[in-house]
Structures are given as C-alpha cells and as structure tokens.
C-alpha cells in the first residue's frame, strides 16, 4: 500500500484482453449507470419543459404573427394576379375561391380575414368589422397594384421591362449600428435568442456532465473501488472508459434536447422560419462532444487530486473557472458577429465549441470554417488529455492530503 500511497506506479492490465475492450467495458457500466439512473430520466423530462417553455416566452411575436397571418380569397381573377410577389408582405396568404358566394362564406366563418370578388373591371372588397386595418391597406395595395398593370398594359406599356426598371432603381435597405458597419438582421430577436439559448444549454450540459465526471472519480478513490479496478485495468484506460461513457450520457441527453427544441421550432412555429433549427442543433451536437472531449479528461484529473467527496469543489474550482471563460466571450460576441475579433476567436479552442454554433444559428458558418476550428478543437484536446492522463495516473492512488496540479504534473511526481 505504501507504492500506491506514493502514486509512482501504476497497475498493468492482468488480463490478456485489449486495450480497447477495457475501455468499452468501463464505458458500459458508465453509461448504464448514468441512464438507468432515475435522475437522469426525470432531470431530461424536466429540462425539455423547461427548453419548450423558454422557445414560446422569448418568441412571443413570431408565434403571435404566425397564428394571426391575414388569408385573403380572390374570387374572378386567378390569385396569381392580385397576389404579391414572394418579397411583398409574406405574412399573407391568398387563395381562390370558386365564386363570390364562397368567398363570402369563409370571411363570415373567419376563414379568411378578406375577400376580393373581381368582375371585369369591377372590385368589391369584403370584410368582418374586426378586419384589421393593416390588413385592408394590405388588399387595397395588391389591387391597386393589378389595377396599375391592367391600365399599363391597355396603353401598350412594355410592363415587364418597367418593372425590371422600377425594381433596379428601388433602394437596399440596410441596417447600421453605431459604429457603420451592417449589422445582420438574423443577429437580432427571437433567431438570436433561440442561438444564445443553444449556448447556454451546451454550457450548462458541459457544466453539469463535467462535474459528474469529478464526483464519479472522487467517489470511486474515496471508497477504494478504483484499486480493485486498477488490479486489472491501468489508470489510462479507467479514464477514458469512465469520460466514454458519461460523455454517451451526455450526448444523449443533449440529443433529446434538441430534439425537441426542432420539433417545437418546425410544428409549433415558435421561432422565424429563418432559423436553421436543424443545422443549428447538429452543430450544437457536434461541438458538444469536441467540448466535453477537451474538459472532460481534465475533471477527472481534478477529481483524482482529492480523496474526500466534500473536497472536489475546491479541486475542480480552476476547471470551473476555465469552462465560465469561453461562455463569456460568446455572450460578448453574440452583440456582433461580424467583428475581426469574432471571426478570429472562433477557430481557437476552447472558444469554438460555443461560437461557432453560435454562428451556424445565424447562417454566417459553414461546413469549411466549422471543420477547420474542429480540426483545432481535436488537436488541443489531445494535447490536454495528455497532460490530464499524467496528472491522474500520478495521483489515483495517492490517498490522504490533497496533491497540488504543480506536483503532479512535475516529471519528478
């Protein structure tokens, strides 16, 4: 006991298997552990209400313009003629109607907020009284408009070739910010809010996942389970085994999650139809994963620095803090993603695995940038899951006081 008190070396598997089957064995008992685990189910149940709930409060107006979209029923002429172009008030739908009396019929059983009946050159207009406003400026406009290209085209006007013109000459409407630059109209309200929020959710999920990583290893040295282990595993393979499977957890557990943020997204129309919910919850998956590889193995170093439970806290404190950094610099560059700092920062690790997601929420990564800042991700991850391995075999087995990072890091530990 006294080798294993000193930590200067570590067990060799005993048996004849592989190293790969050692590690798919511990990352099985990991992961069945961790689903089994009531607390896992109820903490998913609980966490996509609470995703859902956030989805319909912070996209409010989406929700409400898609459930008061105006419908208008034309009835005389083929819609097509007094319907606007796909750029012109999108949030109104147009259908035809077979006759007048049908057209009356769904304004009166408000299944459509107007109706057009058009003979020849002749216009009626129905409506409700409680036909908005905007709605009627909205008919009048569109027929206004069929009215000018009907008088157009009696007078022999090349209407194409004037509206090529008149659409040339229109100006493009850009938004400035304080500064000049153009600031996107997808960096802003319910599309920004559901990117930010996907943020956060992988931060807490690293957050949370990171520190069962911590207690699991922590709980495992306290009772002395990982010597029993150690006498047919070697530290290194205990490791990643235990990171595999919580990071299956993990991974599951955030699929769901996004999941349900597509499904609420595409059937309940809580945010614009802009927003990739898609692309934007497999790039979150993917990033996580590149996230948790590189903070993972690091916890577990932390954990094997301690013996006692109530200890881990003040041992993954450093961790912790590390983890709060790259969250912060996203909150930051959320107010401008096109900044030169931005555009820099999400190619170097650890900040990627929350910008760049960020940044497929609001179209502005594809797959080039996304798999050069991975590429990033995996090399740094490797490099510290190599100075994690030290700092764990170097301190698994060293019960009592706890050992500082300086130390087991030393070549001399």
């Known amino acids: 006991m006294s080798r294993m008190n000193k930590g200067t070396t570590a067990p060799r598997t005993r048996t004849g298997g592989s190293a790969m089957a050692a590690v798919w064995l511990v990352m099985q008992r990991e992961t069945a552990a961790r689903i089994a685990n009531r607390t896992f189910v109820i903490g ?46 999108s949030a109104t739908r147009w259908r035809s109607a077979d006759s007048e009396a049908a057209a009356r019929s769904q304004v009166a059983g408000k299944k459509a907020d107007a109706a057009l009946v058009i003979h020849g050159a ?32 009696e007078q022999h006007v090349d209407v194409d070739r004037l509206e090529r013109q008149v659409t040339a000459a229109l100006p493009r409407t850009e938004t400035v910010d304080g500064t000049g630059r153009t600031a996107a ?57 235990k990171v595999a499977g919580i990071a299956v957890a993990a991974v599951l557990q955030t699929a769901v999650f996004g999941l349900a943020a597509v499904v609420a997204v595409r059937f309940g129309h809580v945010l614009p139809t802009q927003f990739p919910a898609t692309p934007a919850t497999f790039a979150a998956l993917a990033w996580f994963v590149l ?47 096109n900044a030169t700092w931005v555009r820099v920062v999400q190619y170097v690790p650890p900040f990627s695995m929350l910008v760049m997601p960020l940044q497929v929420s609001a179209h502005r990564a594809g797959w080039g940038p996304n798999l050069l800042a991975a590429l990033l991700m995996i090399v740094a991850a490797a490099g510290l899951a190599v100075l994690s391995a030290r700092v764990y075999q170097r301190s698994i087995l060293r019960m009592g006081s706890t050992v500082r990072w300086r130390e087991a890091l030393a070549s001399g530990a």
Not at 50 to 72: K, M, N
Not at 74 to 83: E, R, S
């Open 44 to 89: 998913t149940l609980l966490n996509v209400s609470v995703i859902l709930g956030l989805l319909y409060f912070f996209a409010p107006s989406q929700a409400d313009e898609h459930h008061a979209a105006a419908t208008v029923t034309v009835t005389g002429v083929p819609v097509t003629a007094v319907a606007p172009g796909p750029t012109a008030n």
């Open 122 to 153: 002749q216009v009626r207009m129905l409506v409700r009284a409680d036909t908005s406003a905007e709605i009627r400026a909205t008919v009048l406009a569109s027929v206004r408009q069929w009215a000018t290209t009907l008088a157009l085209h």
């Open 185 to 241: 109209s997808a960096d802003s309200g319910a599309g920004l809010g559901a990117a930010i929020g996907i943020v956060t959710v992988l931060f807490f999920q690293l957050f949370g996942y990171g520190m069962m990583v911590a207690q699991g290893v922590v709980e495992e040295k306290s009772t002395r389970v990982v010597e029993v282990l150690l006498a047919t595993l070697t530290p290194l393979r205990l490791m990643i085994g």
């Open 291 to 337: 996230g948790f590889a590189f903070f993972a193995f690091v916890f577990a170093a932390a954990g094997s620095l301690v013996s006692r439970a109530e200890d881990v806290s003040s041992a993954v404190m450093p961790v912790l803090m590390a983890t709060l950094v790259p969250f912060g610099v996203t909150i930051a560059a959320a107010q401008d993603l």
